[in-house]
């Protein structure tokens, strides 16, 4: 694995830390707040977070992944150490970007994400988190709380050596009838918290 740490950046008037790790084709931005050092020694707050070009770039509505990134850079921001994990490589729950618009085809005449995925032959969550949890790993983290609302994300996490001591929510206050509707078939598909 290959990386680059300790970069300053500043986001919402606060100062953090940019990291990048390349394995294979796998890549990974970090954004991280705290002393690396002493990581091993307390429960750092986690985001892994999956890229979404478009909501995070074009601000399409249809989901709620940029609310849930902006959220967890806010998080921790107020807080004295965190780290997100961003994969830009799991576009459509890691089917790829040119699947995901795919789905959104089928989406609009009514179909759940997860079913269009199947409809289209793929699996309706392909996402890997090893890449992640190795990164986290490098970090020095053991025990995490995590920035989720997927009891598989913490799953992976647990499965992966990490203990996840906390949960925390990230559940939109007011989504949009969309969203709205796309949180609840997560919460039937996926088992998603609500709160
Ligand atoms: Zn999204």
Redesign the pocket.
Known sequence: MKKIIGIPVTLHNTDFLCASFKKNEEEALCIYKGIPEGFANEDVIVRIHSG?V??EVFGMEN?D?KWQLERAIEIIAFSSAGIIVYLPGQEGKGNGLFNKIKTFKLQNVGLRSADAYEMIGLPSDARKFDFAIKILKDFGLKCIKLITNSPAKIMACVNGGLVVSERISVVMDNPNKTIRQLLENKRQHFNHFIN
């Open positions: 979404c478009t909501s989901c992944c």
